[in-house]
């Protein structure tokens, strides 16, 4: 049994390992991508884009938990990969129709897909193994920080521009790699409580009624997955761990899209910023995967544990997020075409934006890894709808927060991340201090 659950759990973050190298990268770079596009027809922002998949991502997981206990978690993920590889395909041959297109796509995609995640690795977990199985998983997604930044970093280093040529050989190494990942979850074992396709020898009933009795069932499962979600929403546990749910959004917007563009707009690191990108986004890669590997394999799962790694990604994302007001100018956001025209208030240095690179992922692996521990240990039973929920709350803050990104200084997108960040570490120490509290009563 243990040895099929960790099997599982290594092809699973394999898998989300090759889809996200691919995406990732992709999202790293887009805004940068399609200011460099020849085709003056394309009327497309990388930002625009991106809140969109993250606006339809928040709504769509309202109904991903029904969608995956209709479906089960491996037919609901292998769906899902196949939206993202269709996004990725866009840039090989870009249009503005399809690329909003499939922008909407991928958010139910990506709803479905990580709902489907959460619920399949709680399924294979137990109390004991769940930070293991967590910091294992984790660490295998972040290495999809390194591989596409790596190419980046080689292939564009140098450049000012991405002439088509580039941009077409890269998605569609991105697209093989994306379709790849899609495929591994075929192999992936089940781990029980869903019925086997219907097999009409074992059955005593005609095969339409047994067919319309499961159908009944599904129907009534999708029901009960989504007031089960609702229900949810309104306990107290829920309420005050949103706001550390909602602050992952919005890092995951500045790490994930926004800071890469900064550096590249960034005038003072000339002809070396557009490789930059790619070296920045592998650092952000290699903090989520020490901070996988320290606080999700290497150490005991306790409540002291978990509030003093949230505390420590709070102080590591202050430090990096002071440093970068200091180090990147003002407007690096929202420039279009040219580089920056503002000064930073230090000469910007490359070895202090890097370091920022990597203190952004470590501080967010602290953050999620603890937040997937701490609802799976406290849902365990209603894994699906929960971790629906935390998706829904992040994403909808990553939309808001791509929006804004292209009208707010960093300055002011800076000062909105502390100020979250300060009320959603505040509020997990709370819950954990409530479940301490409330040891061995119901949580809600």
Not at 26 to 34: A, D, L, P, S, Y
Not at 188 to 214: I, M, Q
Not at 234 to 261: D, N, R, W
């Amino acid at each position: 049994m243990a040895d099929f659950r960790m099997f599982n759990v290594v092809i699973l973050g394999i898998g989300f390992m090759l889809i996200f190298t691919a995406f990732t990268t992709c999202g790293n770079i887009e805004q940068t991508v399609i200011k460099s596009l020849s085709n003056s027809t394309f009327q497309g922002s990388g930002y625009n884009s991106l809140a969109i998949i993250y606006g339809v991502f928040s709504a769509s997981n309202l109904i991903a938990p029904s969608v995956v206990a209709s479906i089960g978690p491996r037919l609901s993920m292998i769906f899902s990969g196949l939206l993202y590889s269709g996004y990725i395909a866009v840039f090989i041959i870009p249009a503005t129709w399809s690329f909003y297109l499939t922008s909407v796509l991928i958010g139910v995609g990506a709803a479905v897909l990580w709902t489907a995640q959460g619920n399949f690795l709680v399924l294979n977990s137990d109390a004991n193994t769940i930070n293991r199985n967590t910091g294992l998983f984790w660490a295998l997604l972040q290495c999809s920080m390194l591989f596409g930044n790596l190419y980046i970093y080689l292939d564009w280093n140098g450049i000012t521009a991405v002439t088509d040529t580039d941009r077409r050989t890269l998605f569609i190494v991105l697209l093989v790699l994306s379709l790849l990942g899609t495929m591994s979850f075929v192999v992936l074992r089940k781990t029980g409580g869903r019925e086997e396709p219907l097999n009409e020898e074992d059955s005593l009933l005609p095969a339409c009624v047994a067919y319309k009795e499961r159908a009944v069932s599904a129907v009534r499962g999708l029901t009960t997955e989504f007031m089960t979600m609702l229900k949810l929403f309104g306990t107290k546990t829920i309420l005050l761990l949103s706001f550390c749910m909602a602050y992952s959004g919005l890092e995951l917007t500045f790490y994930s899209g926004v800071y890469g563009t900064c550096i590249g707009a960034t005038t003072q690191f000339g002809a070396a910023a557009k490789g930059l990108i790619g070296l920045s986004g592998m650092l952000v890669g290699i903090g989520e995967i020490v901070g996988g590997g320290l606080f999700g394999l290497l150490c005991k799962n306790n409540r002291f544990r978990r509030t003093s790694v949230v505390f420590l990604g709070m102080v590591v994302h202050f430090i990096a997020f002071y440093l970068i007001f200091l180090n990147i100018p003002d407007d690096a956001p929202v420039v279009v075409e040219t580089g920056t025209r503002s000064k930073s208030y230090l000469t910007p240095s490359v070895p202090v934006a890097l370091l920022c690179s990597f203190l952004l992922g470590l501080g967010d692996s602290c953050f999620n890894t603890q937040l997937y521990s701490i609802l799976g240990c406290l849902y365990a039973e209603e894994s699906a709808p929960v971790f629906a929920i935390f998706k829904f709350i992040q994403s909808i803050c990553a939309a808001v927060a791509f929006l804004y990104s292209n009208y707010l200084l960093l300055s002011w997108q800076l000062l909105v991340m502390v100020i979250f960040g300060f009320t959603g570490t505040l509020c997990f120490f709370l819950v954990e201090k409530m479940n301490d509290l409330l040891l061995g009563l119901p949580e809600y």
